[in-house]
């Protein structure tokens, strides 16, 4: 044999191995290895014989589909088969490395491993000794090999023992790759060891799953047996599954749940407690047993205590109580018969809407639930999963009134406004059963499966704005709105609840503390900027910390009382002041007044020209709507002031801009400020800095209502702002203000952008824009 590399004919072995010095028969039937055989005998008679990795693979093609060593063989025989095969009769030459492949050509090229002849006597003995420790497939170890290895004839012994110990073809290609005859007998030692280990490790798994299915089948076949017996003689089954269906029995379950809890009692029975399906079944079972099937609470009856319960718990609100009680007495008269709507309190946080939901559930006598929307994203929140999911569970809906124990909770939905969606489904769609008084008598989850009524439970969602709640939504809720609370309103609520309610839970005596009145009012004024009383609470608990921390260092000096100076020395100095630019007069500054979803706010609105193209352009992170307004209120002024200023739009760049850029603003509200801005900066008139407007304008100059107003007002008198100018639409909600709200302040309702500048620019009284010219009934009207 030659020790050059050398192509010769590929023969891939799917089955059975070859080692060199060994024969064997294999049986032929592929092409490309019929193709081999023929080239191999038509030549010298030479072939080159490997095991493929994967035997399932039909036509390998690549290196990596065989082992890294096969054997260079010699065809002695070729003989005609059935249905095209041929059975080759092969003996193995020597080892070989499978270095390339021409698959066009079926050759493969071969470096040949040289055979090293060291076997001892030793050796062979220590070998032997222990393959008679190994069982076989079949037979015995013939004491014969040890005489053959002596003799030399390794090829033939180890091409027996893998046969009669069952080596995989391609594992036994590895000994091949060994050029010391020693070694190579010592490897096929070690990977006997293995497949003997791995051979026991699988039988007796084996014989465990075997073991595990008799027994099953021996347990359901005497359970069987048990329950005829039984029967037979009048005795209960399994006491735990009696005991279930004992406490099912004692539910009121409706007719729908009753037949179901029924079917799937008598599944139970039949299943064997070691299945998956039988904790499945129990589960749910265990779910219709401790649901609120119509248990209720006693209701308050009396709605003069539901009035003194809101007045005890909650100071001012009165438009919000007064909505709230009558919304529960008429509840209260349809009885059964009512459904009437869900309720949705609207407003700034802070304000109370959650505290308002628990002194509802209070004053009724029913129990209160809470469950937060904000950030949900999966309809299975509210629905719940199908059973057949693994660790499937019912909605929170459902999951809440399990826990509670009644079917007429007080049930608040807090920051509806606030649900998400994604790929999982819409929530908000998910609720729409829920929140629908006509059809959420008849709710389904999914887990259930059956109908379960919610006509009873009273649901209050709360949201920061009713824009962020889907349309649909909205629509089956009644919405009563929180607004902002006033200065004094803010001072008695500190001094009557939040005051107390941190001392209680700081461990403050009022001997150790008091807080005055001034030092509430610098509190609101100075530390906190806010339309609810969150933040004030917060600072007053900042206070309680610091006394309870020089309590128990012994550095307290007795009672303290808190003023203003020295609430400076506890909290610092003050974070907010009254707006510097309120008392600036500067061309181009104008105040404006915004609604957002936390109260009132004034925004200081900026106005500047230079030569240019007629650009527009708008700084302050503006939405689409204000960026449109702006549009708006530049081609109203552009029609009032081209002909009387002298400045040419066309060549001329106007620049607005809203302060505090990283906010973002929006909304048509500011209108009539952005228009007032722009005049202002055209004619170098500086407009009154105590004045603040609102107020949507249109292209023809009309002034249109807003919405927001007390929020706007408040936020306005926090300020220090004098005088508002707002649409003449909106007069009915300023009558509908508190004269405490109104108190100090001015109001100049408009119909037009005429009016606004009549009062921001009293020397142009007599100027009306293009399309406003109003009728003398108008004028007469204005004048009285």
Not at 470 to 478: H, N, Q, V
Not at 501 to 515: T, V
Not at 656 to 661: I, K, L, N, R, T
């Amino acid at each position: 044999m030659k020790d050059e590399m050398e192509w010769l004919p590929l023969l891939p072995l799917r089955e059975g191995a070859l080692l060199p010095g060994g024969d064997s028969r294999i049986y032929v039937g592929r092409p490309q290895s019929l193709d081999a055989v023929r080239k191999a005998v038509a030549a010298d008679g030479r072939i080159f014989c490997i095991a493929q990795r994967d035997g399932a693979v039909e036509n390998p093609q690549d290196l990596a589909d065989f082992a890294e060593f096969g054997t260079l063989a010699r065809v002695l025989s070729s003989k005609p088969g059935p249905k095209g095969t041929r059975t080759v009769i092969l003996h193995g030459l020597g080892g070989a490395r499978l270095v390339r492949l021409d698959q066009n050509k079926g050759m493969a090229e071969v470096e040949p491993v040289s055979d090293v002849a060291d076997l001892d006597t030793l050796a062979i003995e220590r070998c032997m000794s222990a393959l008679r420790r190994f069982k076989t497939r079949g037979g015995k170890l013939d004491p014969e090999l040890k005489l053959e290895l002596q003799n030399g004839h390794i090829g033939s012994v180890l091409q027996h023992i893998i046969g009669l110990y069952g080596i995989p073809p391609f594992i036994a290609a590895e000994l091949v790759g060994e050029a010391s005859q020693k070694n190579r007998l010592e490897r096929l030692v070690s990977i006997v060891e293995i497949q003997q280990e791995t051979g026991s490790i699988r039988e007796e798994m084996h014989a465990r799953v075997k073991q595990r299915i008799r027994d099953t089948q021996r347990e359901y076949v005497l359970r069987e047996i048990l329950r005829d017996v039984k029967g037979e003689l009048g005795v209960d089954g399994n006491a735990e599954e009696d005991d279930l269906a004992a406490a099912l029995a004692r539910v009121a379950l409706p007719r729908e749940a009753r037949q179901r809890a029924d079917r799937e009692l008598k599944r139970l029975e039949v299943i064997p407690p070691m299945s998956p399906e039988y904790g499945v079944i129990r589960g749910y079972l265990e779910w219709l047993r401790d649901l609120p099937w119509g248990v209720v609470s006693k209701e308050e009856s009396d709605i003069r205590k539901v009035r003194r319960s809101l007045e005890a718990s909650h100071y001012g609100l009165e438009d919000v109580k007064r909505g709230i009680l009558e919304f529960v007495a008429a509840r209260r008269l349809a009885g059964d018969k009512g459904r009437g709507s869900i309720l949705c309190l609207v407003g700034p946080p802070g304000t109370g809407k959650t505290s308002l939901a628990m002194a509802m559930a209070e004053a009724l006598g029913r129990k209160f639930v809470r469950m937060s929307l904000g950030g949900m994203r999966d309809e299975a929140e509210i629905r719940g999963h199908r059973r057949t999911y693994v660790g499937a569970m019912p909605g929170r809906i459902i999951q809440h009134l399990r826990k509670i124990g009644s079917a007429n909770p007080v049930f608040l939905l807090d920051e509806i406004d606030k649900l998400g969606n994604d790929y999982r489904g819409d929530p908000s769609s998910a609720l729409l059963e829920v929140l629908d008084p006509e059809i959420n008598s008849a709710f389904q989850d999914h887990y259930l499966e059956v109908e379960y009524d919610l006509s009873q439970v009273f649901f209050v969602t709360t949201a920061n704005s009713i824009h962020g709640i889907p349309g649909p939504l909205a629509d089956r809720m009644e919405v009563i709105a929180i607004p902002g609370y006033t200065e004094a309103e803010k001072r008695a609520i500190a001094l009557r609840y939040l005051v107390p309610r941190q001392f209680e839970r700081n461990g403050i005596r009022s001997e150790d503390l008091e807080i005055l009145p001034e030092a509430v009012d610098s509190l609101i004024g100075g530390y906190t900027r806010e339309a609810g009383v969150r933040g004030l609470e917060r600072e007053i608990q900042r206070i309680c910390r610091k006394k309870a921390l020089a309590i128990l260092e012994k550095k307290s000096k007795g009672r303290e009382k808190v003023d203003p100076v020295m609430l400076t020395r506890v909290l610092g100095k003050p974070r907010y002041k009254n707006s510097e630019t309120l008392r600036i007069d500067r061309p181009g500054l104008v105040h404006g007044l915004a609604w957002t979803e936390v109260g009132g706010q004034v925004l200081d609105i900026e106005a500047r020209y230079a030569s240019g193209q007629g650009r527009l352009v708008l700084t302050g992170k503006l939405g689409t709507v204000m960026q449109e307004s702006a549009q708006t209120a530049l081609s109203l002024v552009r029609f009032i002031a081209g002909g009387r200023e002298g400045l040419d739009f066309a060549a001329t760049d106007f620049h607005v801009h809203v302060p505090e850029a990283a906010t973002p603003k929006d909304g048509p509200s500011a209108g009539i400020t952005i228009a007032c801005a722009i005049l202002s900066a055209v004619r170098g008139q500086a407009a009154p800095s105590d004045t603040a407007l609102t107020g949507e304008v249109t292209l023809l100059g009309r002034v249109l209502p807003i919405g927001g107003l007390k929020e706007k007002v408040l936020a306005a008198k926090r300020l220090g702002v004098r005088r508002i100018i707002l649409p003449e639409g909106n007069r009915p909600d300023l009558e509908e203000l508190d004269r405490e709200i109104r108190k100090g302040l001015v109001f100049v309702p408009v119909r037009d952008f005429a009016g606004v500048v009549r009062e921001m620019f009293p020397e142009e009284g007599k100027l009306s824009a293009p399309g406003t010219r109003r009728t003398r009934r108008e004028q007469r009207k204005d004048e009285q």
